[in-house]
């Protein structure tokens, strides 16, 4: 019964297989109509009078009203007999170890190529986490990474090699993979021995071999992305080494990602030198085909708003028509944004913006977190000098803003407050489907 509704299964529309089916099926037969005009339509006088001779015998034994149900059940069930025996040895030749069936894989696979382009924008866990959900929902997806990381393995790698930083970029491709979780897990194994390979990750050390042989990071990206097989595509934000700074409250100007993440006093100024680093083609194509653009979530100056550093990038999303999407964060990070609410993160982009000479709201959607309440967790982060990042709905509004508030830690509990990927991509989508209804 089962192996009959998967046959049925593939006459549902979206596999784009029938089609194929077809074509072959007729190009089969008029390569045989082809043959027997040659031979003179000989073969098929021949074919007439036998079936003529064959259906009378048969005729002769049995009545119609039974030859001729009887012979359609007979016909139906060895295409359906066949069929399903054909697409199970392709199945055991393309996926042998694997339990999903054929037919949904590439019902899956069709979904998922229909689903809309979305392009995420930040750095960090923040937006592997995002796209690990978002994955589910569409293979047309975009990553545009920060590559100012100049802490851990990531910093050491660029000093000693002169690469980009992979690590950002590292973690969004095991996020998009959808190779077998061995090769993914292998990609994210950190080395806790040896001398000069502790602390390094063997994803790192893969995209710096491939850049220093392929020429550059964009290359190597594109390498790894076929072994892992990434559904969609992750592109640095610049091919450019980017040095962040910051002007601070007290006057001081601080350099260096790492060092920006431990400010003793607020932000005031971000920059980055060279100063107008340069957009990758590949990024500013994807952004111009997008539906929906995100920024976030991820730490605001250290992942987000570098990307904002880089004016083609900022250009292309102001001019894109797409839906527009701000991710906040869950809770504060001390040292970075100690004491910022939903309002004043978004403030630091506008500002931002303003020192590129944009005025407008360029993200003029937020999404935040619902009330996260007291609880042991929240006040182990507390302790910690981390505050739930409060949203402030009515001068939100009063602003301009769009607001749409979410349970996004999801609602099993979990040992540290960060965002569900689930959670975070349920709530995405709702948005992108909400917008795109208003706008039919």
């Not at 979780?181 to 194994?189: I, K, N």
């Not at 001398?195 to 491939?210: I, P, R, V």
């Not at 909400?434 to 039919?440: E, L």
Request: proline share 6%.
């Amino acid at each position: 019964m089962i192996r009959s509704r998967r046959a049925v299964s593939w006459l549902l529309p979206g596999l784009v297989v029938k089609r194929w089916l077809l074509t072959s099926g007729l190009g089969l037969l008029m390569a045989l109509l082809g043959a027997a005009i040659w031979a003179d339509l000989k073969p098929i006088y021949w074919i007439i009078e036998t079936l003529i001779w064959l259906l009378g015998t048969i005729t002769t034994v049995l009545p119609r009203s039974i030859t001729g149900p009887l012979v359609v059940l007979i016909g139906a069930a060895l295409v359906l007999w066949g069929q399903s025996r054909s697409f199970g040895s392709i199945q055991q030749a393309l996926a042998p170890d694997k339990d999903t069936v054929l037919v949904d894989a590439l019902r899956a696979k069709s979904k998922l190529n229909r689903g809309p382009n979305i392009v995420a924008i930040g750095g960090g866990t923040g937006l592997s986490t995002l796209l690990s959900g978002l994955k589910r929902y569409s293979s047309n997806i975009t990553a545009i990474v920060t590559v100012a990381d100049d802490g851990g393995s990531s910093g050491v790698l660029r000093r000693e090699l002169g690469v980009q930083p992979p690590g950002d970029i590292r973690n969004c491709l095991a996020a998009l993979s959808t190779e077998e979780p061995l090769l993914t897990r292998l990609f994210q194994y950190r080395f806790s021995a040896g001398s000069g390979l502790e602390g390094h990750s063997f994803g790192n050390l893969f995209l710096s071999a491939l850049s220093a042989i392929t020429g550059n990071l964009e290359t190597a990206i594109t390498a790894s992305s076929r072994v892992l097989a990434v559904q969609g595509q992750v592109v640095p934000a610049t091919n450019a080494d980017v040095q962040l700074w910051a002007e601070l409250e007290n006057g001081q100007r601080i350099e260096g990602e790492s060092a920006i993440g431990k400010a003793p006093s607020p932000i005031v100024r971000l920059g980055c030198l060279p100063a107008q680093p340069p957009a990758l083609p590949r990024a500013l194509e994807a952004i111009s085909n997008a539906d929906l653009i995100l920024l976030g979530p991820g730490s605001l100056y250290t992942s987000l708003l570098p990307n904002l550093l880089v004016p083609a990038l900022v250009r292309t999303i102001q001019q894109s028509r797409a839906p527009k999407l701000y991710i906040c964060n869950l809770m504060t990070q001390p040292g970075e944004t100690d004491g910022l609410d939903v309002v004043g993160h978004l403030r630091a982009i506008e500002a931002q913006l303003a020192s590129l000479g944009i005025s407008q709201k360029l993200f003029n959607a937020v999404l935040a977190q619902d009330d996260l309440g007291e609880s042991p967790l929240v006040k182990h982060y507390q302790a910690r000098g981390a505050e739930p990042v409060n949203c402030d709905a009515q001068t939100l509004i009063a602003k301009g803003y769009e607001l749409m508030q979410a349970p996004l830690q999801g609602k099993r509990p979990r040992a540290t407050l960060r965002h569900d990927p689930r959670s975070l991509a349920l709530a995405v989508m709702r948005f992108y489907r909400k917008h795109k209804k208003n706008a039919q």
